[in-house]
């Protein structure tokens, strides 16, 4: 019986007829150069053009790899951004068709990497043969421009110089936790501490601009850019400059005391002419502690009427409270404002007394308060004493005296600053440049910490740490007060410790 043709087929495919090899006479597949596997290798070499032996060079100082023509990478061991410079290396690889690559381990410290390569190649009449092949390279020692600059003491050619005339140091507190936040400071080669500010030095403009990019969204600015001509080639008709930007920062800081004049209570909403600053961001947030009401500004309207703070900080007071009395929404006093009303104060009537003259003197002062909300008899509040300052302002004279309040409340004491900084169970991190030249134990610095624990708005740009030192409570009933503004569990990242990685 005859066959079917797909049986015969299947029959003819599952036996392979061989060949000997023109060589060694062993039993082949046939492939267009009749040679086995050994015998072509012997005739042909496909890696003929590729060199077995490389050079990379690298900088210890900034631990970067060169990547010609001039272009330097940060690579981490076996990585695969060092497999690609480790290629590229290789001139001939163009040539045949690469097929897998892959490092052999090497000691760390040997200044030695090895690749293994698989690659294919036509050879004689069109057969295709693959090899594997290890190159080794030699890491080579050599200093990048940037190192070499910054040794050369001419290493930057940018500076942003930021200031503010403002007598504390809140703000640059608070802009240290916004770059580690955003990682805006990796490009800087330096920073110098200068009066009244920083110096914050960079390779090139681009970097700086950045960082100056990242001012104006962050925090209410005025910029100036300034370039001095360092050198000049009449050949090629290039020219090298080093830039310079000024960068001021508005002088008013969070419970700064302001006075407005008549053309900015007008456009705020005809708000009253005393306001506190609530909070600076990237714009300036006012509250009238009068009448509750809201006010922004960013720095657009500031520098075209710009103010001066009449009373900073560092002159506030502790009173007393002895009562407090919550004015009714019905009961509250008609005003000529027109903006936005805080929902989230209460307005209410305090009689204070002096800290210092508790006990001693039982004439009580008079004020209204924004704090209706957190306020209660017996509490310590700081406040800043109008009738007794020295304030130098024109504003300031053109109000009438009558309508002053003796004292303004800025904020409520939760108690002995040193309790809150011991039962205080988290961190924050600092740059290593940054924090040599901001003290970071002083009293204005614990200051910004309890701000960052009272106001949760505040504290949104700044990323905060568990103290792995310090027990956490689970409960209100373990803390000490309960009644302190503290920051939740939940809000706190976990720091990374390579301790804790298992280095195997």
Not at 442 to 470: C, G
Request: hydrophobic share 35%.
């Amino acid at each position: 019986m005859e066959a079917e043709p797909g049986e015969i087929c299947t029959e003819i495919d599952s036996s392979e007829s061989k060949i000997l090899c023109c060589e060694c006479g062993i039993a082949i597949v046939p492939n267009p150069a009749n040679m086995c596997v050994g015998c072509l290798r012997t005739h042909v070499d496909i890696t003929e053009g590729i060199p077995k032996q490389a050079v990379l060079q690298f900088c210890r100082n900034c631990e970067r790899y060169l990547q010609p023509p001039s272009e330097w990478v940060q690579c981490s061991l076996e990585s695969r951004e060092l497999l690609a410079v480790c290629l590229k290396r290789l001139k001939g690889l163009k040539e045949v068709k690469l097929i897998d690559a892959g490092f052999i381990w090497t000691e760390p410290h040997s200044k030695r990497l090895k690749v293994k390569l698989t690659v294919q190649g036509e050879v004689l009449g069109g057969a295709v043969l693959q090899q594997i092949f290890v190159v080794e390279y030699t890491v080579n020692n050599q200093m990048c421009d940037d190192c070499h600059r910054t040794e050369a003491k001419d290493f930057w050619r940018c500076v942003v110089q930021i200031r503010q005339r403002s007598e504390n140091k809140k703000t640059f507190y608070y802009l240290e936790q916004l770059i580690l936040k955003h990682r805006v400071h990796e490009n800087t080669l330096g920073i110098k501490p200068m009066h009244g500010g920083l110096d914050m030095y960079y390779a090139n403009d681009s970097h700086a601009r950045r960082m100056v990019d990242f001012l104006h969204t962050m925090l209410p600015v005025k910029t100036s850019t300034s370039k001095r001509l360092i050198s000049h080639d009449i050949h090629s008709n290039s020219y090298n400059y080093k830039y310079t930007f000024a960068v001021d920062i508005v002088p008013v800081s969070k419970d700064s005391l302001v006075c407005l004049s008549k053309k900015m209570q007008q456009q705020l909403g005809s708000i009253s002419a005393l306001c506190l600053v609530s909070r600076v961001a990237n714009t300036i947030h006012l509250i009238d502690p009068l009448s509750t009401q809201l006010a922004e500004l960013n720095s657009t309207v500031y520098y075209r009427n710009p103010f001066e703070p009449i009373c900073n900080p560092k002159s506030l007071q502790e009173y007393i409270v002895m009562n407090i009395e919550v004015i009714p929404d019905r009961n509250k006093p008609s005003f000529p404002g027109q903006g936005k009303i805080s929902h989230k104060h209460l307005l209410c009537d305090v009689w204070l007394v002096k800290a210092a003259e508790l006990g001693l003197n039982d004439n009580t002062i008079h004020t209204r308060s924004h704090l209706g909300h957190i306020l209660k008899p017996s509490d310590t509040v700081l406040g800043y004493n109008l009738e007794d300052a020295n304030i130098n302002d024109d504003n300031f004279e053109k109000l009438d005296k009558t309508r002053v309040p003796d004292v303004i409340i800025v904020k409520k004491s939760y108690g002995d600053s040193s309790d809150r900084i011991n039962s205080r169970r988290w961190k924050l991190k600092h740059i290593p440049d940054y924090s040599a030249n901001m003290d970071t134990d002083t009293k204005e610095y614990h200051e910004f910490l309890d701000d960052l624990e009272e106001d949760p708005a505040y504290r949104q740009h700044v990323n905060i740490y568990k103290d792995p030192s310090k027990m956490i409570p689970v409960d209100t009933n373990d803390m000490d007060d309960p009644s302190i503004p503290r920051i939740t569990l939940e809000e706190m990242l976990d720091d990374l410790a390579l301790d804790d990685v298992d280095m195997e």
